[in-house]
């Protein structure tokens, strides 16, 4: 049983690593190219519109992993309704463990393993958005700098 389990589990977690993974360069990607797009005076600004969309797009990118973890539980006979598979996905993957939902005996074991999934792939986000955010605060400290040093220069100059 410990066997079956594992032997579905881990390639449903490779699978999400995948996803995420693809999901989070493109985040990143789309979030540098958005930041060095911005004009100069307004990169903050113009900053937190991509950076939401950047956590959005990641956000719906864990909801998509729960809900492919739902539609396997479905296709293993644990849930009938789609609605129940995910929420029941949603609980392991979050890690809440509210425990009003359990599988049966036989898949008991993708629970524990969707939530260290779940773990895996929210750090991931997480991380992603830590990035996103220090390329943020770095281009603002550059603009800071640059026109501190536009004034000086410019004072200096009289």
Not at 18 to 39: D, G, H, M, P
Not at 65 to 90: C, M, P, R
Not at 144 to 152: D, F, Q, V
Request: proline letters at 3%.
């Amino acid at each position: 049983m410990i066997l079956t389990n594992l032997m579905i589990g881990f390639p449903a977690m490779l699978l999400c690593l995948v996803v995420q993974a693809a999901i989070t360069f493109w985040s990143v990607r789309y979030y540098i190219r958005q930041l060095s797009n911005a004009a100069a005076p307004q990169r903050f600004l113009a900053g937190i519109w991509p950076l939401l969309v950047a956590m959005l797009v990641m956000v719906a990118g864990n909801f998509l992993q729960i809900t492919l973890w739902g539609i396997l539980f479905i296709w293993l006979g644990e849930f009938s309704e789609l609605y129940e598979a995910v929420y029941h996905s949603a609980v392991n993957f979050a890690s809440l463990g509210y425990g009003d939902i359990v599988m049966s005996k036989n898949w008991k074991l993708l629970g524990p393993l969707e939530a260290v999934n779940g773990v895996l792939m929210v750090g991931m986000t997480s991380a992603a958005l830590m990035v996103i955010l220090q390329q943020l605060i770095k281009a603002q400290g550059e603009e800071i700098l640059a026109s501190a040093h536009r004034r000086n220069d410019g004072g200096a100059a009289r």
